[in-house]
């Protein structure tokens, strides 16, 4: 490793300005070293913004692969860390270290379309969603066309209900009795993948597989790389949460199941009208019961106990439900019929999508469940998620683990992450910054003088932010933790001329937004605590950042209202507090990016300093720390510096 990473090595002659870095060295022989353990090893690093993560941890990993034979698979949090993988390290690294190596990203099955579920929106007339069926038509006329299936080729939002519709699912896949098996987009991908050395993947594909789906990974491997360790818990619990959506329901009782399993309704008596009656009398209630949920349940407000009004629906619509279940229990057995199969399969999704109903509703297992209704569907999530990672890790056996993120200390100690992942590191290591923090920045902690509730703190903030961007010339990252006060910030902001732009999250999608503050070097971007991570801008781009207040997860989020319930007057310290570090830790790591950046962070919370049994301060970087306070003179908020 000190050879490779050395100012004589292999990356000197390859990058300009090369400079070898002692921490990104050190990491990489820790890894080397961690490769040569028993099965099962686990090294947790911390390594800053920087330090050359991804090249210290694919170096030894690929060294090891090259030289017995291996396998890697390198599991991400987010997207643009895989695009850099992909486009840049991986293809870097097999040309400078002189390797054959075949790599590629795996992505998670609702990123392709299900050439099933595409025939049935065909078949269904082009369902309209609210455009006449122009989506419905298009992706029909795509799937005859497309090499990949890849939903992302599509002229459509992400988020657009027609993409939902069609994406890919472990449920309600046929396996191999589908009959569009031999063409299935996520069949080819996995096939394809199986000849890959390093496999990029995201934790939500590999948590779904053995978590939700309770099969083994598909690709096997031998060495796990874990980058952005800090999202692993999270990743786990989504994969284990339990959803109930009025329109899963209308799917899954779409009345083009009648002609389509009609004869094995027949088989048990159940003749086309009596069969229309009863899907539509299931679909009635659950129509009423979801349209009920949505005027009584405030959207996001987490649930401790059942909701009484909904009893008498929610009985009702599962007895309607059992009923249509039992009728069709007797059903011959499973053959080689491919609309045999599907039938079967839909039956199983049937009895699944209303003990999920049931689950949701009934709010039996708070709080170690967080029961919430989020505005379209009721959810439940698991609180805790240390038994979901350990149970994960402890089924796929890799011969090594190595966890590594910027932010999974607190002061140095991994005892918090080892918390909520219920994994203990073997060995773990703690590098310092690269950078020469202490000249290259400085933290402002400003007292606004109010109190987030108090009358006048969004107009003060907005002012004070306005200063802000105006002093430096632009070139700020602001991070709200409200969109309340963002839009008004953003309002603000936009009202009066500047000789910046301003970009709010909104006004673009997340990744045209970032590619125009990134291009526009004197711009402003304001946006909510989700840009706090995955936003690299080095140079002038970026001289501030400017956080609201400490990123406390909100009190009434449901699933910190059940681990507070979980874990009584204790939960602020041991759970909320952490949190809050970590998430300031990751929005201040967007300012200095290289050692040449220089910039202020700003922290518009005095709680910072007044609050010293938190110890906000030592987590903060190692820099110049100034105390600003505000005056309001004529209602106009002045930073005097």
């Known amino acids: 490793m000190e050879v490779i990473f050395g100012n004589c090595g292999p990356f000197s002659g390859a990058l300009e300005n090369y400079e070898q870095r002692p921490q990104q060295t050190r990491l990489a022989q820790e890894v080397a070293r961690a490769l040569r353990k028993d099965s099962g090893f686990l090294l947790a690093a911390e390594a800053p913004t920087g330090v050359g993560k ?21 599991l991400t949090a987010g997207i643009p860390l895989q695009e850099q993988l992909l486009n840049k390290d ?30 049935e929106l065909g078949g269904e007339g082009y369902l309209s969603f609210n455009d006449g069926g122009f989506a419905s038509a298009r992706i029909s006329q795509w799937a005859a066309e497309t090499e990949t299936g890849d939903l ?26 589908c009959p569009f098996h031999d063409r299935c987009f996520v069949v080819r991908a996995l096939q394809k993948a199986q000849g890959w050395q390093v496999v990029v993947a995201n934790y939500h594909l590999f948590f779904s597989y053995i978590l939700g789906a309770r099969r083994p990974f598909p690709v096997p491997f031998d060495i796990l790389l874990c980058d952005e360790a800090h999202h692993m818990a999270e990743a786990a619990r989504a994969s284990a949460s339990r959803r109930s959506a009025l329109s899963e329901w209308s799917r899954l009782l779409a009345r083009t199941r009648l002609g389509r399993f009609g004869p094995f309704f027949e088989e048990v008596g159940l003749l086309a009208p009596e069969a229309g009656g009863r899907f539509n009398e299931c679909l009635q209630g659950l129509t009423a019961l979801f349209e009920k949920a949505s005027s009584l349940l405030p959207r ?53 999508a209303r003990e999920d109903l049931a689950w949701c509703l009934e709010v039996s297992e708070f709080p170690t469940w967080a029961y919430w209704w989020d505005g379209e569907a009721l959810s439940s999530a698991p609180t805790l998620s240390s038994t979901l990672v350990q149970e994960a890790l402890d089924t ?46 400085e933290t402002w902690v400003v007292d606004v003088g109010l109190a987030v509730g108090d009358e006048g703190y969004d107009g003060r903030v907005s002012r004070i932010v306005e200063k802000l961007c105006d002093d430096n010339g632009g070139s700020t990252l602001v991070l709200l933790s409200s969109l309340r006060l963002l839009r008004i910030v953003g309002d603000r ?26 291009e526009d070097r004197t711009s402003v971007l304001v946006g909510s605590v989700s840009f706090r991570e995955g936003i690299d801008i080095p140079g002038d781009g970026l001289t501030q950042v400017i ?50 950046d220089r910039g202020r ?30 005056r309001d003179v004529k209602g106009q908020g002045k930073c005097p510096g």
């Open 54 to 74: 991804s090249f210290a941890l694919l170096v030894p990993a690929l060294l090891e692969a090259s030289e017995k034979g291996k396998r890697v698979l390198f």
């Open 300 to 352: 996001g407000q987490g649930l401790d106990r059942a909701p009484s009004l909904l009893r008498p629906n929610l009985e009702r619509v599962l007895e309607d439900l059992l009923a249509l279940e039992r009728s069709l229990a007797d059903v011959g057995e499973r053959d080689e019929d491919p609309v045999r199969a599907e039938f079967f399969l839909w039956r199983d999704e049937l009895r699944q």
């Open 90 to 119: 991986l293809p870097f690294l097999a040309s400078t270290l002189e390797m054959d190596l075949a790599f590629g990203l795996l992505k998670g099955r609702r990123n392709y379309a299900c050439l099933l579920k595409v025939q």
């Open 601 to 630: 962070a700003v922290i518009l919370d005095g709680r910072v300093l007044s609050r010293p049994g938190w110890r906000i301060v030592e987590c903060l970087p190692p820099a110049p720390l100034r105390l600003v306070t505000v």
């Open 493 to 518: 902001l936009k009202k009066r001329p500047k000789p910046y732009r301003v970009f709010v999250q909104g006004d673009l999608p997340r990744g045209s937004l970032l590619s125009a503050f990134r």
């Open 396 to 441: 796929t056996v890799p011969d090594v683990i190595v966890a590594a993120s910027a932010t999974m200390t607190l002061e140095g100690d991994f005892r918090f992450w080892s918390r909520e992942t219920g994994l203990e590191p073997d060995e773990t290591v703690c590098l310092d910054s690269p950078f020469d923090l202490a000249s290259q920045m």
């Open 152 to 177: 992302s080729e599509l002229d459509l939002a992400p988020s657009h209900p027609a993409l939902t519709r069609v994406a890919s699912s472990h449920r309600g896949c046929l396996g191999g009795s």
């Open 547 to 596: 956080v609201d207040r400490i990123p406390f997860p909100h009190p009434r989020d449901p699933l910190i209202e059940a681990r507070s319930r979980l874990e009584g007057s204790r939960s602020f310290v041991t759970v909320t507090l952490p949190w809050a570090k970590l998430f300031l830790r990751q929005a201040l790591g967007r300012l200095i990016r290289s050692g040449r």
